[in-house]
């Protein structure tokens, strides 16, 4: 589409809000709040859609999409006479609804100014259907607003438990990303103590945290996020002794970790849990990432690197 | 014939700090040949004691592990690029 044609249609969306506006068919929040609390008949009308309406509405909404209105409206309201507000989520397809019932021989319609949006600021209530809390529905609703996350992806990562091995250069930003985001539980292993040369990239630790155990401070930084995280948290290395048992309760091994052997023991036992394990690995400005998952018939890091380079000969 | 071999952050002290190179060969065994002939410290840290290739470095040519085609015979065509992808411990760049 060329600019001029999206000019066009911006001037023509402006005329029409202005004339509508001009009509006195839309009234306020307050209006609309008022109207409800007095004993008269009156319907309201949410005309958004699905995945709209699944992070809230008003109590008491009928429901019918913009794009059903013209053919579903005088079935679900066959008495013209009765008041009709209709609401969308900020005030604009509720104008071009309100015009097309008017169009249509609706008496008394109205277009709720601003929207579930403007009802919501205004402080009213606004319930819904959801598993989700309300906090919940409004953190993530940019989330809920994808159709490859939506509701259902939203407690798929609600329910998730990951874990961090390793809450250094790459655990940081990993747990940020996964704590903004919601998954449920996540788990971080890591032995090591804040050093000021770690600030310069470990950012979940800040320089008040120097001195202390890397895991306190991810996990305090987790929570001035989201503070719905679980985090649990090892002070303690990982090793063959302790591995198996950690990765059992996790869903997702995220590997962080700077050495070898800590690398190929994570791939070891993320092999024998079955789990699915996401490797990074960075060299100053390269960086290698995959996701290995054997249990699903992919490779291995084995099958990558068949063995780790002996110590000493490489960099790490 | 000409390809072209990126070389690997861990490996570019040993190229001049060079990470791409143009190098000569039909196969990927002659270009790592002429590869270790021109930069000599490479040589030690693509081939063990035996010359054999290392276990923890994997090549290939544009998108294919060599192991999957015909490994150090593997023919190259006119600009391949051939990549020398180590493992790498990462996260940290201490010690």
């Known amino acids: ?316 | 014939m000409e390809v072209h071999v990126r070389i690997p952050a861990p490996l570019k002290k040993l190229t001049g700090e060079r990470d791409v190179i143009h190098a000569q060969g039909k196969t990927v065994g002659e270009v790592l040949r002429w590869l270790t002939e021109t930069y000599p410290g490479l040589k030690e840290r693509l081939r063990d004691e035996r010359g054999e290739m290392r276990r923890f470095i994997s090549i290939y040519v544009n998108d294919e592990d060599i192991r999957f085609i015909q490994n150090l015979e593997t023919p190259l065509k006119e600009g391949d690029q051939i990549s020398i992808i180590p493992a790498i411990a990462g996260g940290s760049l201490e010690s």
């Open chain 1, 1 to 316: 589409m060329k600019i001029g044609t999206l000019k066009t249609i911006k001037a023509f969306k402006d005329w029409f809000i202005i004339k509508a506006r001009n009509e006195g068919s839309e009234i306020s929040v307050e209006e609309t709040h008022q109207l409800l609390q007095e004993k008269e008949p009156v319907v309201l009308l949410d005309i958004r859609e699905k995945d709209e309406i699944v992070l809230g509405y008003i109590k008491g909404a009928a429901f019918l999409p913009q794009g059903l209105l013209n053919v579903k409206m005088e079935e679900l309201l066959p008495d013209k006479n009765v008041p009709v507000v209709v609401y969308c989520a900020g005030g604009i397809r509720s104008l071009a609804a309100a015009k097309l019932m008017k169009e249509k021989g609706y008496a008394h319609v109205f277009s709720m100014a601003k929207g579930i949006d403007g009802w919501q600021k205004a402080g009213y209530e606004v319930v819904s259907d959801s598993e989700l809390t309300p906090d919940q529905l409004h953190r993530y609703s940019r989330h809920l607003m994808l159709k490859e996350v939506g509701m259902e992806g939203q407690l798929r990562l609600l329910k998730a438990k990951v874990l961090l091995v390793g809450a250094g250069g790459l655990g940081c930003p990993a747990g940020l990303y996964l704590a903004a985001s919601g998954v449920g539980t996540i788990g971080i292993i890591d032995s090591d103590r804040v050093d000021l040369t770690n600030l310069q990239r470990q950012i979940l630790h800040g320089l008040a945290d120097v001195g202390r155990p890397k895991t306190e401070s991810a996990k305090e930084a987790i929570h001035r996020i989201n503070p719905d995280v679980k985090v649990v948290t090892y002070q303690e290395r990982l090793t063959s002794q302790n591995v198996i048992e950690i990765f059992r309760q996790y869903d997702i091994v995220v590997d962080g970790s700077d050495n070898f052997p800590t690398k190929y023991l994570v791939n070891d036992a993320s092999f024998f849990t079955g789990k699915p394990y996401v490797y990074g690995g960075v060299f100053q400005f390269e960086g290698q990432a995959s996701v290995f998952f054997p249990k699903e018939r992919g490779p291995c890091l084995r099958c990558l690197f068949p063995e780790p380079p002996p110590p000493g000969l490489v960099p790490s």
